[in-house]
T-cell receptor
Framework: DAKTTQPTSMDCAEGRAANLPCNHS???????VYWYRQIHSQGPQYIIH???NNETNEMASLIITEDRKSSTLILPHATLRDTAVYYC?????????????FGPGTSLSVIP | DTGVSQDPRHKITKRGQNVTFRCDPI?????LYWYRQTLGQGPEFLTY????????KSRLLSDRFSAERPKGSFSTLEIQRTEQGDSAMYLC????????????????FGDGTRLSIL
């Protein structure tokens, strides 16, 4: 059962890249890494997920290390609207959802 | 944009009362999940359905909690005899699923129902 650890908070200057790390050293071979973010008083918003290859979509890029024990979410040009709590979780085919732990996430503040 | 819809957005009730929340998932999604979230914490899994079948329930889900998805579309979460500790945000999510647990498709969340117990 893969648990993730993330820094409690981070700051990023507006317009710069925000790099949010996540450790998942006990990840299993069939477990995907998912990233969500949550803006105050809204539900979590899906950002991106991946298994072992790096992934990119219109919102962000996901870099997964070769040993899969950690990953980094990259917001290439952070805006004030990216201020949110970012969650990294791992879920695999066959995972019991009771063992999926969101944790407190990383509170990202984008500073003007 | 027809995302996951939850009703009501806010519910205030007295301790001991029963409450029911509704969730309408994204129409083509056959999986539906319920989570609870308290202040400063991430969502905690409560239960999930594949179509109308409830496939998993969390250890957190006491006997006072019951969830249904009778026709495999919308779902309801009922809390009986509410307690102060039930005050939280209740989140619903949906996803596409194949087989009992054979999918990596992401969950899409609604904006939740905030429950306050007086």
């Amino acid at each position: 059962d893969a648990k993730t650890t993330q820094p409690t908070s981070m700051d990023c200057a507006e317009g710069r890249a925000a790099n949010l790390p996540c450790n998942h050293s006990t990840i299993s071979g069939n477990e995907y890494v998912y990233w969500y973010r949550q803006i105050h008083s809204q539900g979590p918003q899906y950002i991106i997920h991946g298994l072992k290859n790096n992934e990119t979509n219109e919102m962000a890029s996901l870099i997964i290390t070769e040993d899969r024990k950690s990953s980094t979410l990259i917001l290439p040009h952070a805006t004030l609207r990216d201020t949110a709590v970012y969650y990294c979780i791992v879920i695999g085919i066959g995972t019991s959802y009771d063992k999926v732990i969101f944790g407190p996430g990383t509170s990202l503040s984008v500073i003007p | 944009d027809t995302g996951v819809s939850q009703d009501p957005r806010h519910k205030i009730t007295k301790r001991g009362q029963n409450v029911t929340f509704r969730c309408d998932p994204i129409s083509e999604h056959n999986r539906l999940y319920w989570y609870r979230q308290t202040l400063g914490q991430g969502p905690e899994f409560l239960t999930y359905f594949q179509n109308e079948a409830q496939l998993e329930k969390s250890r957190l889900l006491s006997d006072r909690f019951s969830a249904e998805r009778p026709k495999g579309s919308f779902s309801t979460l009922e809390i009986q005899r509410t307690e102060q500790g039930d005050s939280a945000m209740y989140l619903c999510a949906s996803s596409v699923g194949q087989g009992a647990r054979g999918s990596n498709q992401p969950q899409h969340f609604g904006d939740g129902t905030r429950l306050s117990i007086l």
